[in-house]
């Protein structure tokens, strides 16, 4: 842990977080998980059994707490009001866990943050004593505002959520992250190891991803590939790149050539 992810004053050693929905079972998101790496595991609470359903599968027997964080997200709520009851069922569900990802969704063909929502449950859930990681556009100033209100974490999307489409923003998203005091994970969008590298290189903190682990060919080949282009992104990015230039520099110096 020489470069750890520090959230809400826990660190972790993987800058990947995964998503548990829609791989073809159980088994399956388990052994995905694993290739990945990753330390922090998100888990829709409106779609998934951790308990609620005693006569179900439960997940957190695959994905157990004391391996993984946990992370319950509002995924499907259109509006505060259900994303901060279904933050306070969360915590019910895992014995006073604190630490949440809030989504709340414009609509359903973009799956879109509303942000006049987003901004009313995120105050409300942070003066409830929660830890709120906060999924929002890639307007910087919406992600100044929610990490003045004490979000522990900001997460900008890279493109429409289960989309694919990549990094479509990255000079937004490099906006919030020069201006940024707590963790910039790109949330939605990615949809290959390329896209997770270039997440890394701009600075980010972390990258956050489900479908384009769980809808790939092979979903446990690629968690592993995923891993590897967080991790190589980031030492990229610690490394510094090259500067670009608008002509040539050659690879040998000219100086002492034998002519």
Known sequence: MSDPLHIAGKSYSSRLLIGTGKYKDFDETRDAIEASGAEIVTVAIRRTNIGQNADEPNLLDFVTPDKYTILPNTAGCFNAEDAVRTCKLARELLDGHNLVKLEVLGDQKTLYPNIAHTLRAARELVDDGFQVMVYTNDDPIVAQELESMG???????????????????????????????????VDAGVGTPSDSALAMELGCD?????????????????????????????????AGRM???????????????VS
Do not use: D, T, W
Request: charged share 15%.
């Open 151 to 185: 979000c522990v974490a900001v997460m900008p999307l890279g493109s429409l959520i289960g989309s694919g489409l990549g990094i479509l923003n990255p000079h937004s998203i490099l906006l919030i992250k020069e201006q940024a005091r707590v963790p910039i994970i």
């Open 206 to 238: 972390g990258v956050l991803m489900n479908s384009a682990i769980a809808h790939a060919k092979q979903p446990v080949l690629m968690a592993s590939a995923m891993k590897k282009a967080i991790e190589a992104g980031r030492e990229g990015f610690l």
């Open 243 to 257: 500067p670009k230039r608008v002509y040539a520099n050659p690879s040998s110096p000219a100086e002492g050539l």
